[in-house]
């Protein structure tokens, strides 16, 4: 409040009178609420109540209802002669300044019995009437301070001398918290109107701001203090970690961490400090186990810590805190060690029953948090690859080599999509019609985003496992899917037949030796066709066809081997009309240039009555076509033999190998290797192998002397009259079916041969658009040429250049010789 003194008529307009002509009118003096921008009005100096208590409480009312009515409160003393009419004797606001004074201490007194000297409505009314009447706010409040720096003091000597430390020391620091904190909510209570009025109007500090920053202050930041909260801290915190269940003061550290809160210290005092501690505790602890522990189990010891860590900061500390705490545990767990880690844990979280993906998508996320996913890609990439390569060069398994590489590409993938991927919100679609029903899930869909940088580490682990051999696992491909064409679905559904005969082709894509493959199933596709052991033209056809438009235009060879056999058909049926004879034949007239076999130079000598009955076929296709050249391969031929045995008559389906060598038995019982070799005129290793499947194998219509599995020189074979079977056509397995090793090394043989002719051609044609090319450019240019079929060696290219050269093809530069010059 402010006082002026101003003339009386410079502030009111008062009608014509003399009434105040015997008063001087300097002598007025005006009371107003310096807020206030009303007009002030005449205050009475004495109302119906004398007393002083009632005047106030006149007063309050006044102002009260000004305040209501959204006016602002002012007074008009009036003084006469120097004297204010309504001006008490000062001992009476004596009385109320000394009772506010004795409440303030006795409600910053901790621990004191005595009560306070006064109820709360006089203790309000009086510090109202101080603070209104008397003008004496500035002495309640310097009184408020004096008794603050007094209660500082004694809480700080209480705290510093109890005989308490580390968790227990706690108890008495919240306790004395909390005393503090509610004695200052009553304190503003009881003195509120020192709060509303005196010190809003001096623009001071009110009672909690100044009760707070001195207990922030004196106590807060007392060095001493700081050191006991954290060692309680430490306490706790180490408790729990070492005995890994609750303490039962975690209370404590909840209502500290509210306190500090309160007072902005939380990051300052606990926070920092508690991150801190916990990465030193983890570090060393990760030092210890890692002695001890496997790379799998500590990877499960780290995730269990995580876990226990973040169950802790949830329950304690404040959520800003909870994604600090997390990292920083896995940051000291695993930062130092998660090589060790990520090359120990693959092997046996990817092998045994399958995949751990439980585990493996933690490790993912834990090494996610710490920025290790580069150190885990590396990990797996070189487990998948190092997989790879083990079965690849495992030659005694060659036969599963492909089944093996497609359950670690299954498994590979299952990894990849369903434990190393991030989770993303998926956006939800806002319905045009909003939806009636009570149970609406609003929250967000999430789904699974494999990562993937490890999809493609798996492509480039598999094509790096095939290097270690080459041209082997686009053999064992091509013949994988030679097994599956001739079984066909056996009661599966077109979907798995479709899917099983995809993830083959899919392993065909990591191999370089493109070549390899084409060449192998083509053979296989040959053999399938001629002997008919397809199990549907139907998905030969789809799988050329996509062979040709997925993978290499060249298989279209395939559809001129359906082409030559359509054709067959026709002119076997046409052969039957006009021929004359009992022998039921059929034949199969083939382009050589179309099927992947090569003229023999010798072949089995097959009966007369054969011999005359293909030379019947020969003049008739002579006629027919004039100025073409048959040549007879036997190898693949197959035939029908009517047997009698003493259990009785059987159909024997045999290779047209079997068939002549059994036709020898209808003359003698009894004949020695040499002999048949001499009859039949057969290759040895073919004869060997063909004996074998008749006199050792399951259905022996044959016995050899003396008995063993090999066939050798001086074996002697009869006829087996005794041999039974229940089925009236009997299979007998010729070796003949399967590709020989001899015909595989052939076949690798032509392979390399061909290989060398598209390296010369690809070399001679870029010289000869080049005219003159550096060596390594040359050799850049060549691998790119050619990489659609096969991979080179740089030496197989270099080699191919020299020979160019010798040939005169190329010629090499005077002053560079590695400089090389096209020859026209």
Same mark, same amino acid.
């Given at each position: 409040?402010?006082?002026?003194?101003i003339?009386?008529?410079t502030?009111?307009s008062?009608?014509?009178?003399?009434?105040?002509?015997?008063?001087?009118?300097?002598?007025?003096?005006?009371?107003?609420?310096?807020?206030?921008?009303?007009?002030?009005?005449?205050?009475?100096?004495?109302?119906?109540?004398?007393?002083?208590?009632?005047?106030?409480?006149?007063?309050?009312a006044?102002?009260?209802?000004?305040?209501?009515?959204?006016?602002?409160?002012?007074?008009?003393?009036?003084?006469?002669?120097?004297?204010?009419?309504?001006?008490?004797?000062?001992?009476?606001?004596?009385?109320?300044?000394?009772?506010?004074?004795?409440?303030?201490?006795?409600?910053?007194?901790?621990?004191?019995?005595?009560?306070?000297?006064?109820?709360?409505?006089?203790?309000?009314?009086?510090?109202?009437?101080?603070?209104?009447?008397?003008?004496n706010?500035?002495?309640i409040?310097?009184?408020?301070?004096?008794?603050?720096?007094?209660?500082?003091?004694l809480?700080?000597?209480?705290?510093?001398?109890?005989?308490?430390?580390?968790i227990?020391?706690?108890?008495?620091?919240?306790?004395?918290?909390?005393?503090?904190?509610?004695?200052?909510?009553?304190?503003?209570?009881?003195?509120?109107?020192?709060?509303?009025v005196?010190?809003?109007?001096?623009?001071?500090?009110?009672?909690?701001?100044?009760?707070?920053?001195?207990?922030?202050?004196?106590?807060?930041?007392?060095?001493?203090?700081?050191?006991?909260?954290?060692?309680?801290?430490?306490?706790?915190?180490?408790?729990?970690?070492?005995?890994?269940?609750?303490?039962?003061?975690?209370?404590?550290?909840?209502?500290?961490?509210?306190?500090?809160?309160?007072?902005?210290?939380?990051?300052?005092?606990?926070?920092?400090?508690?991150?801190?501690?916990?990465?030193?505790?983890?570090?060393?602890?990760?030092?210890?186990?890692?002695?001890?522990?496997?790379?799998?189990?500590?990877?499960?010891?780290?995730?269990?810590?995580?876990?226990?860590?973040?169950?802790?900061?949830?329950?304690?500390?404040?959520?800003?805190?909870?994604?600090?705490?997390?990292?920083?545990?896995?940051?000291?767990?695993?930062?130092?060690?998660?090589?060790?880690?990520?090359?120990?844990?693959m092997?046996?979280?990817?092998?045994?029953?399958?995949?751990?993906?439980?585990?493996?998508?933690?490790?993912?996320?834990?090494?996610s948090?710490v920025?290790?996913?580069?150190?885990?890609?590396?990990?797996?990439?070189?487990?998948?690859?190092?997989?790879?390569?083990?079965?690849?060069?495992?030659?005694?398994?060659?036969?599963q080599?492909?089944?093996?590489?497609?359950?670690?590409?299954?498994?590979?993938?299952?990894?990849?999509?369903?434990?190393?991927?991030?989770?993303?919100?998926?956006?939800?679609?806002?319905?045009?019609?909003?939806?009636?029903?009570? /149970? @609406? +899930?609003? #929250?967000?869909?999430?789904?699974? !985003?494999?990562?993937?940088? %490890?999809?493609?580490?798996?492509? $480039?682990?598999?094509?790096?496992g095939?290097?270690?051999?080459r041209?082997?696992?686009?053999?064992?491909?091509?013949?994988?899917?030679?097994?599956?064409?001739?079984?066909?679905?056996?009661?599966?559904?077109?979907?798995?037949?479709?899917?099983e005969?995809?993830?083959?082709?899919?392993?065909?894509?990591?191999?370089?030796?493109?070549?390899?493959?084409?060449?192998?199933?083509?053979?296989?596709?040959?053999?399938?066709?001629?002997?008919?052991?397809?199990?549907?033209?139907?998905?030969?056809?789809a799988?050329?066809?996509?062979?040709?438009?997925?993978?290499?235009?060249?298989?279209?060879?395939?559809?001129?081997?359906?082409?030559?056999?359509?054709?067959?058909?026709?002119?076997?049926?046409?052969?039957?009309?006009?021929?004359?004879? /009992? @022998? +039921?034949? #059929?034949?199969?007239?083939?382009? !050589?240039?179309?099927?992947? %076999?090569?003229?023999?130079?010798? $072949?089995?000598?097959?009966?007369?009555?054969?011999?005359?009955?293909?030379?019947?076929?020969?003049?008739?296709?002579?006629?027919?076509?004039?100025?073409?050249?048959?040549?007879?391969?036997?190898?693949?031929?197959?035939?029908?033999?009517r047997?009698?045995?003493?259990?009785g008559?059987?159909?024997?389906?045999?290779?047209?190998?079997?068939?002549?060598?059994?036709?020898?038995?209808?003359?003698?019982?009894?004949?020695?290797?040499?002999e048949?070799?001499?009859?039949?005129?057969?290759?040895?290793?073919?004869?060997?192998?063909?004996?074998?499947?008749?006199?050792?194998?399951k259905?022996?219509?044959l016995?050899?002397?003396?008995?063993?599995?090999?066939?050798?020189?001086?074996d002697?074979?009869?006829?087996?009259?005794?041999?039974t /079977?229940?089925?009236?056509?009997?299979?007998?397995?010729?070796?003949?079916?399967?590709?020989?090793?001899?015909?595989a090394?052939?076949?690798?043989?032509?392979?390399?041969?061909?290989?060398?002719?598209?390296?010369?051609?690809?070399?001679?044609?870029?010289?000869?658009?080049?005219?003159?090319?550096?060596?390594?450019?040359l050799?850049?240019?060549?691998?790119?040429?050619?990489?659609?079929?096969?991979?080179p060696?740089?030496?197989?290219?270099?080699?191919?250049?020299?020979?160019?050269?010798?040939?005169?093809?190329?010629?090499?530069?005077?002053?560079?010789?590695?400089?090389?010059?096209?020859?026209?």
């Amino acid at each position: 409040m402010t006082m002026a003194v101003i003339d009386v008529y410079t502030l009111l307009s008062l009608p014509s009178s003399n009434a105040f002509s015997a008063f001087h009118s300097s002598d007025f003096v005006v009371e107003q609420d310096s807020r206030s921008d009303s007009p002030t009005r005449k205050v009475p100096r004495l109302a119906d109540d004398s007393d002083s208590a009632s005047a106030s409480r006149a007063r309050a009312a006044a102002v009260a209802d000004n305040e209501h009515a959204g006016e602002k409160s002012a007074t008009i003393v009036l003084k006469f002669h120097g004297a204010p009419i309504n001006v008490q004797p000062e001992s009476v606001y004596d009385k109320d300044l000394a009772l506010v004074r004795r409440s303030v201490r006795v409600l910053l007194a901790k621990g004191t019995t005595e009560s306070l000297p006064a109820t709360y409505e006089k203790i309000y009314a009086a510090c109202q009437a101080v603070v209104q009447n008397a003008r004496n706010g500035e002495g309640i409040y310097e009184s408020i301070k004096l008794e603050m720096e007094r209660c500082f003091g004694l809480l700080l000597r209480d705290l510093l001398e109890t005989s308490h430390t580390g968790i227990a020391w706690l108890q008495p620091f919240i306790e004395t918290c909390s005393w503090f904190d509610k004695q200052v909510t009553l304190m503003k209570s009881l003195l509120a109107y020192l709060d509303r009025v005196y010190l809003v109007s001096q623009k001071k500090q009110d009672i909690g701001s100044l009760a707070y920053s001195g207990f922030y202050t004196r106590i807060f930041q007392h060095e001493s203090v700081v050191q006991h909260i954290r060692e309680g801290l430490t306490e706790w915190a180490m408790w729990e970690r070492e005995q890994r269940t609750t303490h039962e003061a975690r209370p404590l550290i909840s209502a500290l961490v509210m306190q500090l809160q309160r007072h902005g210290l939380y990051q300052d005092i606990l926070e920092s400090f508690y991150i801190k501690k916990a990465h030193e505790y983890y570090v060393e602890e990760a030092k210890q186990l890692r002695e001890t522990l496997r790379p799998g189990d500590f990877c499960k010891h780290a995730e269990d810590r995580h876990d226990q860590e973040i169950e802790r900061a949830k329950a304690v500390l404040l959520e800003s805190s909870i994604q600090k705490i997390s990292l920083e545990t896995d940051t000291a767990l695993l930062t130092a060690h998660l090589d060790w880690i990520a090359n120990g844990s693959m092997e046996p979280l990817m092998e045994g029953e399958g995949p751990s993906l439980d585990r493996l998508h933690r490790m993912y996320l834990l090494f996610s948090a710490v920025g290790g996913l580069k150190i885990l890609l590396a990990a797996f990439k070189l487990y998948v690859t190092n997989f790879v390569k083990k079965i690849v060069t495992d030659a005694k398994m060659d036969d599963q080599m492909v089944d093996r590489l497609l359950v670690l590409k299954r498994n590979c993938d299952t990894v990849v999509n369903e434990a190393f991927y991030n989770e993303a919100p998926i956006p939800r679609v806002t319905p045009s019609k909003p939806s009636t029903s009570m /149970d @609406v +899930d609003d #929250s967000p869909a999430i789904e699974k !985003r494999a990562n993937r940088e %490890f999809g493609y580490a798996v492509t $480039d682990a598999f094509a790096e496992g095939f290097k270690a051999r080459r041209n082997k696992p686009a053999e064992m491909i091509a013949k994988f899917l030679d097994r599956a064409m001739r079984r066909g679905q056996k009661g599966r559904d077109d979907r798995d037949y479709a899917a099983e005969l995809a993830a083959a082709l899919a392993l065909y894509r990591y191999t370089d030796d493109k070549d390899v493959f084409r060449t192998f199933y083509h053979r296989a596709l040959a053999r399938r066709l001629l002997l008919e052991k397809s199990a549907s033209d139907d998905h030969e056809k789809a799988m050329l066809r996509k062979l040709k438009e997925e993978y290499d235009p060249e298989f279209g060879m395939g559809d001129h081997m359906f082409t030559d056999l359509a054709l067959s058909r026709d002119l076997t049926a046409e052969y039957r009309q006009k021929k004359k004879g /009992d @022998v +039921d034949l #059929s034949l199969m007239v083939l382009q !050589r240039s179309v099927w992947p %076999f090569t003229a023999r130079k010798q $072949d089995i000598v097959l009966p007369v009555w054969m011999s005359d009955e293909l030379s019947k076929f020969t003049e008739f296709y002579k006629e027919k076509y004039k100025g073409r050249k048959l040549d007879w391969d036997h190898a693949l031929g197959h035939a029908t033999l009517r047997a009698r045995f003493k259990a009785g008559v059987k159909e024997l389906t045999v290779s047209l190998y079997q068939a002549v060598i059994l036709l020898l038995f209808n003359e003698i019982e009894e004949l020695s290797f040499r002999e048949i070799k001499s009859q039949t005129s057969m290759e040895d290793g073919e004869l060997r192998r063909t004996l074998q499947s008749l006199a050792c194998g399951k259905k022996r219509v044959l016995r050899k002397q003396p008995p063993g599995k090999d066939v050798h020189d001086d074996d002697v074979f009869f006829f087996s009259a005794d041999f039974t /079977d229940p089925a009236f056509r009997v299979h007998i397995n010729s070796i003949q079916v399967k590709e020989t090793p001899e015909e595989a090394k052939r076949a690798q043989t032509m392979i390399e041969a061909d290989r060398k002719f598209a390296l010369d051609a690809a070399i001679v044609r870029i010289m000869k658009g080049k005219k003159k090319q550096h060596y390594e450019q040359l050799k850049t240019a060549t691998i790119e040429a050619v990489s659609k079929h096969f991979h080179p060696e740089v030496t197989m290219i270099k080699a191919r250049i020299d020979g160019l050269v010798e040939q005169e093809y190329l010629r090499r530069d005077d002053d560079d010789m590695n400089v090389l010059h096209y020859v026209a």
